[in-house]
């Protein structure tokens, strides 16, 4: 199907496949994060907030030792959002903030990025962690680590091909592994392809949208020694971008038997959220012990 834009979302671009489900490319890799901020925020795009907010919490709960800044792999990063919102102290509304007008003001590129970098500098967090991209988005995953949300970033689609010998080998050094609005763009066979690099499997966490079966994906893990628990409460991604979405939505939750009452009925999207870790870590402090799922 051809472009589409959203009623009432001023730029908002959704290419639509035949299921009805959007995707938003056309803001998703290019040169800065303009527009791709500027449209999420009027979409009331939550996740990496929710996202970072749980992966925060499972970072700062790790006795890692004196000086040890532990790596995170952050699947489909895009700009390198929960890169900002965990090396930072800022939320996301502070980065909708900043971004706001910011496609209308002249600047260059480089400008764009070097501003950005400064301002993110500025509210670095002490011992944050290393944060790693995967995306197929070149533009996005550059900007990240130009403006130092990402300290690095492996362009690859893990879903077509192997890691590349350079993925390969940072793999070795990933404590944890997250994504918040990758699973359905992404499948078992790239979690599986990263874990095949490590000889000790990484934490998984994940979020992923109640339309999306995560059990091929556990299945996956669970071969790796992983065990997944999943929490009580879902939160909310963003809004539908339109009746078309939102028909497909409630079409893939019915056919997996997901009441939508209270969540997607309301007009939202919503993701569950997934833990992954080694058997003896998940005996020794359940996940509702280790972390908070934030209230919607």
């Not at 803001?27 to 009027?42: K, S």
């Not at 995306?135 to 680590?145: I, T």
């Amino acid at each position: 199907m051809g472009p589409e834009f959203a009623p009432g979302v001023k730029g908002v671009k959704a290419l639509t496949d035949e299921s009805g489900k959007a995707n938003f490319s056309g803001i998703y890799n290019q040169e800065t994060p303009c527009a791709y901020y500027a449209n999420l925020r009027r979409l009331k795009y939550e996740i990496p907030q929710h996202g970072a907010t749980v992966f925060n919490q499972l970072i700062d709960a790790q006795p890692w030792g004196d000086g040890y800044r532990p790596t995170v792999l952050d699947v489909c990063c895009s700009y390198g959002i929960v890169g900002v919102l965990t090396k930072t102290d800022l939320e996301l509304d502070d980065v909708y903030t900043y971004y706001q007008g910011a496609g209308d003001d002249g600047r260059t590129v480089d400008q764009v990025r070097r501003a950005e970098n400064e301002f993110l500098g500025q509210r670095a967090r002490p011992a944050a962690p290393h944060v790693i991209g995967l995306d197929v988005a070149e533009n996005a995953a550059r900007h990240g680590v130009a403006v130092g949300a990402l300290d690095d970033a492996f362009v690859e689609n893990l879903e077509a091909t192997t890691p590349s010998s350079e993925l390969a080998k940072k793999m070795s050094e990933v404590d944890l592994i997250t994504t918040t609005g990758g699973i359905g763009y992404v499948t078992e066979r790239t979690f599986e392809r990263l874990l095949t690099c490590t000889e000790a499997p990484p934490w998984v966490a994940a979020f992923c949208l109640r339309t999306y079966d995560y059990e091929p994906i556990s299945e996956v893990l669970a071969q790796y020694g992983l065990v997944t628990e999943k929490a009580d409460q879902a939160v909310r991604q963003r809004r539908f971008i339109d009746d078309t979405e939102r028909e497909w939505a409630m079409a893939e939750l019915a056919a997996r038997g997901v009441d939508p009452a209270d969540m997607e009925s309301e007009g939202y999207l919503y993701a569950d959220f997934y833990l992954s870790r080694p058997q003896e870590d998940a005996t020794g402090k359940p996940l509702a012990d280790l972390v908070t799922i934030p209230a919607n």
